[in-house]
């Protein structure tokens, strides 16, 4: 019985989402001309501001990273103080982890943005059907993304080292191509299994995301001409991940059976 009210579910949920994307592609085809200019406009303003938007971003990401790192060194030295022995210091060791990792988290989404909005800086720039914006926009822009990127891998090493005071044992260096590997071969069980929850959790969000916009993009693709690379870089994405996992599973499994 339980099976039957699965499939009815599925093929309801099915049937609602044709239903969905039907209306969805007739509203996108009737409002095409209004459609299209507004993606225009919105191409125009993020291509002739992405140096703004990411100087704003940096200003956001870095203001938090900092505060995060400064509260993980208070919480750190208050714990040292405490000593080996004293109430509250592996609470205040979690704390200064925890604040750590947030810094760490913040400089990460900076260096995704940052290598976002530069490329939507650049994209079109020698298009007769861009407006440019200028040599100097352009070198603003590479100089403010240059920047950022050295400056968040100097934070990211900032933070491990500080990390590394609170637990002595962690391996890697941020320079290093073999960081992560090290620094997940020094961690224990449990936190092998918290980045591995962490890690499926990231794959399952990862998964949806890329297909709502796959959705988008069909939606989109019916009434412009968006050409065939969105399409190809989300597929690229997406075949990534699903062999990469697989590929995983098996070597585990190898492990396993040698």
Request: hydrophobic fraction near 50%; glycine fraction near 10%; aromatic fraction near 10%.
């Given at each position: 019985?339980?099976?039957?009210?699965?499939?009815?579910?599925?093929?309801?949920?099915?049937l609602?989402?044709?239903?969905?994307?039907?209306?969805?592609?007739?509203?996108?085809?009737?409002?095409?001309?209004?459609?299209?200019?507004?993606?225009?406009?919105?191409?125009?303003?993020?291509?002739?501001?992405?140096?703004?938007?990411?100087?704003l971003?940096?200003?956001?990401?870095?203001?938090?990273?900092?505060?995060?790192?400064?509260?993980?060194?208070?919480?750190?030295?208050?714990?040292?103080?405490?000593?080996?022995?004293?109430?509250?210091?592996?609470?205040?060791?979690e704390?200064?982890?925890?604040?750590?990792?947030?810094?760490?988290?913040?400089?990460?989404?900076?260096?995704?943005?940052?290598?976002?909005l530069?490329?939507?800086?650049?994209?079109?720039?020698?298009?007769?059907?861009?407006?440019?914006?200028?040599?100097?926009?352009?070198?603003?822009?590479?100089?403010?993304?240059l920047?950022?990127?050295?400056?968040?891998?100097?934070?990211?090493?900032?933070?491990?080292?500080a990390?590394?005071?609170?637990?002595?044992?962690?391996?890697?260096?941020?320079?290093?191509?073999?960081?992560?590997?090290?620094?997940?071969?020094?961690?224990?069980?449990?936190?092998?299994?918290?980045?591995?929850?962490?890690?499926?959790r990231?794959m399952?969000?990862?998964?949806?995301?890329?297909?709502?916009?796959?959705?988008?993009?069909?939606?989109?693709?019916?009434?412009?001409?968006?050409?065939?690379?969105?399409f190809?870089?989300?597929?690229?994405?997406?075949?990534?991940?699903?062999?990469?996992?697989?590929?995983?599973?098996?070597?585990?499994?190898?492990?396993?059976?040698?």
């Amino acid at each position: 019985m339980k099976k039957h009210k699965i499939g009815i579910k599925f093929a309801l949920t099915l049937l609602v989402s044709l239903a969905v994307g039907g209306v969805l592609g007739y509203g996108v085809a009737m409002g095409r001309d209004a459609l299209a200019q507004g993606l225009d406009t919105a191409q125009r303003f993020l291509r002739q501001n992405a140096v703004w938007a990411l100087l704003l971003c940096a200003l956001a990401a870095l203001s938090t990273a900092w505060a995060q790192y400064a509260a993980g060194r208070r919480h750190a030295a208050a714990a040292l103080a405490a000593g080996d022995g004293g109430e509250g210091n592996e609470e205040a060791f979690e704390r200064a982890d925890h604040c750590y990792a947030a810094a760490m988290g913040a400089v990460g989404v900076l260096n995704v943005a940052a290598f976002t909005l530069f490329g939507v800086g650049i994209s079109g720039f020698f298009s007769a059907r861009v407006p440019a914006q200028g040599f100097g926009g352009l070198l603003a822009l590479t100089g403010v993304f240059l920047a950022l990127v050295f400056f968040c891998i100097y934070l990211q090493s900032l933070f491990v080292r500080a990390t590394k005071e609170l637990y002595p044992e962690k391996q890697g260096s941020v320079l290093d191509g073999k960081f992560q590997k090290q620094w997940y071969d020094s961690c224990d069980e449990a936190e092998r299994r918290q980045v591995g929850e962490a890690s499926y959790r990231s794959m399952q969000a990862m998964g949806r995301a890329i297909l709502a916009l796959f959705v988008v993009l069909t939606l989109l693709g019916l009434v412009l001409d968006l050409g065939v690379t969105p399409f190809l870089v989300l597929g690229t994405l997406w075949m990534v991940q699903t062999a990469s996992y697989h590929r995983a599973v098996q070597q585990t499994d190898s492990k396993k059976t040698d």
